[in-house]
């Protein structure tokens, strides 16, 4: 198989992204400036402001099975693939379209009595219309972007080894061990603009403006003419923007994931269907932050991406799903009251269902209130030597009791890193769920039925308490455990089949 991929084009070459190789005149020059897609004054007359497109996207597959037994099956494969990230068309990535558009603001020039401007009549006259193809554009402020090199898609390899076996004549057994590694993820660690974490050696003069005394003393000038922000904000890869965001294209991100599946089912028969599931696995990430705003934010050290790598946020080493269907044994053409007529209809066609699933808790991550003068995104705390990070939990009552100790804990000192990982080996409670339902079917003719539903969700009402708040600066809630599932819902209904 072989996958073209091509990265995102717009339709009428409304966009533009920031290259940081062409230099910015609104920035004495220094790399870093807008560029423009599509044809005319000032644009690049391309459609494509990426560095090219992928063409080894080539994913080999194989898969092979062999019966060394009447009721022995060993199969294994292997195949790999690709999926678009957002400058592939991945997720909702849109392209930015900074200098494409406008938000100008009129008032009414008499508290309101007349309007600031009349549709009628058009936009007043000194109202400037896009584009403003502009390479300068933007300066001063923050600015998204699409990797330029972000041409290659995500990298998936898949394989797995496994063993089905035969019990009786309608039951099977399937023990396997499946595995994956995933290479050039979308990650949220990337912050094109963070200042380089080396830098924290200068302390407090990183937060003094570029022309204090101590800073000019200390060697530092102006990055260009007119600059006047802190030394923090020259020491910036680009100290002419304040963020460059390249979340929905930057994907130099890894994960491997290592699992033990067994799965025994009965196939259906004497009425009854059964598969019970169960799963040990591990997944290590180094791209958990590329779901930031789901799971966490971005990275804490751009210039150090491996404190990332540790468990994944969404990590559940242990989950059993049971599943059943069964028809009572009642009714036409069953073992019992097998008669016809009216009472034939109302004592078959009964059926009984569920769903039910435990699983581990995934891992909890901790932080303090950032005062890095880096601009990046969070920090960490220490970890206290021999301190249990986690309280005693077994007759938890949120209420009263705390889930995290806090006194494992320590704020970092200043223009310092703490050293907690980024996920503990602390897990939320875990999940258990019971779901069932009852279903009746009642024949008119032989395509034409009547079906009942009655269903129970989170039938025994289990309220699963979610995570704890984790800001160590928030002495007063931290540890708190404030949510929780919902409780137990049922539903009607009735359809009518023909």
Do not use: C
């Amino acid at each position: 198989r072989w996958d073209y991929l091509p990265t995102m084009t717009e339709v009428n070459n409304v966009y533009s992204i920031m290259d940081p190789t062409v230099p910015n005149p609104a920035a004495g020059g220094r790399p870093g400036a807008l560029i423009f897609a599509g044809e005319g004054p000032g644009r690049t007359g391309r459609e494509r402001l990426t560095n090219g497109i992928s063409y080894n996207n080539w994913g080999p597959r194989l898969g092979i099975a062999w019966q060394p037994m009447k009721k022995v099956v060993v199969r294994s494969a292997y195949g790999i693939s690709y999926y678009p990230t957002g400058a592939l068309g991945g997720g909702n990535a849109k392209p930015p379209a900074i200098g494409f558009e406008a938000s100008p603001s009129y008032f009414s020039q008499d508290l309101g009595l007349n309007p600031g401007f009349v549709w009628d009549n058009g936009f007043p006259q000194d109202y400037r219309r896009p584009p403003f193809i502009d390479p300068g554009f933007g300066v001063g402020g923050s600015i998204p972007m699409w990797d330029p090199n972000a041409k290659e898609p995500t990298n998936r390899q898949d394989w797995n080894f496994g063993i089905q076996y035969q019990l009786g004549e309608n039951w099977l057994l399937d023990v396997a061990y499946v595995g994956s590694k995933s290479t050039r993820l979308s990650t949220g660690v990337v912050n094109y603009n963070q200042v380089d974490s080396r830098f924290l050696s200068l302390g407090e003069l990183l937060t003094l403006p570029i022309g204090d005394p101590a800073v000019v003393a200390a060697g530092f000038a102006p990055p260009y003419p007119g600059f006047s922000g802190s030394l923090a904000q020259a020491l910036r890869p680009f100290p002419q923007y304040s963020d460059i965001s390249a979340t929905n294209s930057a994907n130099f991100g890894n994960s491997t994931f290592n699992s033990l599946q067994v799965k025994l089912e009965k196939q259906f028969s004497q009425g009854l269907f059964l598969l019970s599931s169960y799963t040990w696995s591990k997944t290590l990430t180094d791209a958990s932050s590329a779901l930031s705003g789901f799971f966490s934010t971005s990275a804490r050290d751009q210039y150090n991406r491996k404190l990332e790598k540790g468990l994944a946020q969404f990590d559940v080493p242990s989950r059993l799903v049971v599943a059943f269907n069964y028809e009572l044994p009642i009714g036409p053409g069953k073992p019992v009251a097998d008669v016809k007529g009216a009472a034939g209809k109302i004592l078959g066609g009964w059926q009984i269902n569920g769903i039910m699933s435990y699983q581990s808790g995934t891992p909890i991550g901790v932080d303090v209130s950032n005062t890095l003068p880096l601009f990046n995104s969070r920090n960490v705390p220490n970890m206290v030597p021999g301190a249990n990070p986690k309280l005693d939990t077994g007759n938890f009552d949120p209420a009263k009791d705390l889930f995290l100790n806090i006194g494992a804990f320590q704020i970092p000192a200043p223009f310092t890193f703490g050293n907690a990982p980024s996920l503990l080996n602390v897990r939320v409670f875990p999940s258990y769920n019971e779901d069932f339902g009852i279903m009746k079917r009642t024949y008119i003719r032989e395509q034409m039925n009547f079906e009942f539903r009655f269903e129970m969700f989170n039938a025994f009402n289990r309220h699963i308490f979610y995570g704890p708040a984790a800001t160590v600066t928030d002495s007063f809630n931290f540890g708190k455990v404030s949510s929780a599932s919902g409780g137990r819902r049922g539903q009607f209904a009735l359809k009518f089949n023909f």
